[in-house]
């Protein structure tokens, strides 16, 4: 169960409510009026508790578990412990999200304005929303409606944020557009300058940071995560597209629609990512080239030229991931073959 220090849960379900929310089969029709009232992981789920399965690694949690429901894929529904009743499902996982969100879900902002916050008579904040201790405002700002503005963030001049909004603590926004149901972590850094310079003799000269960062509805930006605005053409992130900690992203970078980026990746300048693209932690690619659509990039890689749609590409530099997992094969057999370290 979740901590209820921290997490506020709405009301029970029954079975039958929960199989409609979730478009679920029940494994057992007859117990529909079961009322379960909260989730829990298989491990120290009860009798009134919800879970979910969807991974093998889990099987014998899943044989053992006590909940009184399960989200289960109908090939492994016959695992389930006699007294879980199984909520058929093809996909478990979403399921159980979907139920999750509606035991706990999302607080909308209750209109406030602290006395603390800084805002500029030319601001246009709309109906509805939150803004917190120590938050600055600048000049012909545009918020929506529905927003939170968490404390000691600040929003500078021209920036224009969308409805029903979540921007978290120590969030520094400059030169961007953002839109509806976008959410940024704490900590933040949306739309500074461009890392880009001229080089010679008598040292580095800045070239002007001309663009904008352009946000689009339903992206996550995850906490201490930086983006940089453009040099001229912008900096774009795709709708749907999560973004998760620590991640740096380059001036002039466009990420597409509904990609995944996981902590401490590094994009550099010019790049542009398609759509449903997944990379790996601790990746980095080289300025100017190009990941195509669907591509998946494994953890720890170095992508120092164009990925074709749909592939799947590990190591650095990054290779496709069959020859990959050839290059280290023969990697660790050639150093078995010479005895492994005798240092």
């Known amino acids: 169960m979740a901590d209820q220090r921290f997490f506020t849960i709405a009301k029970p379900f029954n079975l039958r409510q929960l199989a409609e929310i ?21 491990e120290t789920a009860k009798k009134t508790h919800l879970s979910f399965f969807d991974n093998k690694k889990y099987l014998e949690a899943f044989k053992a578990t006590q909940a009184g429901a399960c989200f289960v894929h109908s090939k492994l529904a016959e ?4 007294e879980t009743v199984c909520l058929i499902n093809k996909n478990p996982y979403k399921a159980y999200a979907v139920a999750a969100l509606a035991f706990y879900p999302s607080k909308s902002p209750v209109a406030f304005r602290a006395s603390t916050a800084l805002i500029d008579a030319s601001a246009v904040i709309g109906v509805d929303c939150m803004i917190e201790d120590g938050v600055i405002i600048g000049k012909d700002v545009r918020i929506g409606d529905r927003c939170r503005i968490q404390a000691q963030t600040v929003i500078r001049k021209g920036v224009e944020i969308g409805n029903d909004c979540d921007i978290g603590s120590n969030v520094y926004v400059t030169h961007a557009l953002i839109g509806s149901s976008v959410r940024i972590y704490p900590g933040a850094c949306i739309g500074r300058p461009g890392f880009g310079f001229a080089i010679d003799s008598a040292g580095f000269t800045s070239v002007p940071q001309l663009g904008r960062v352009i946000i689009e509805s339903n992206v996550e930006i995850g906490a201490n995560t930086t983006i940089d605005r453009g040099a001229g053409p912008d900096t774009v992130i795709g709708q749907g597209t999560r973004i998760d900690n620590l991640v740096q992203i380059g001036h002039n970078v466009k990420i597409g629609k509904y990609c995944v980026v996981v902590a401490q990746v590094g994009i550099s300048g010019s790049t542009q990512v398609g759509d449903h693209v997944m ?18 990039i494994a953890a720890q890689s170095g992508v120092m030229r164009n990925v074709p ?29 010479k005895g492994g370290d005798k240092t």
């Open 79 to 82: 695992f389930s412990p006699a």
């Open 309 to 337: 749609d749909g592939m799947e590409c590990m190591g650095s530099p990054a290779v496709p991931i069959k020859q990959g997992m050839r290059q280290v094969a023969m990697i660790a057999k050639l150093v078995s073959k």
């Open 22 to 42: 979730t478009e679920s089969e029940l494994s057992n029709p007859s117990l529909a009026d079961m009322v379960i009232t909260d989730v829990a992981p298989l």
């Open 279 to 296: 990379i790996g932690g601790q990746a980095g690619m080289a300025g100017h080239i190009r990941i195509g659509s669907g591509a998946k």
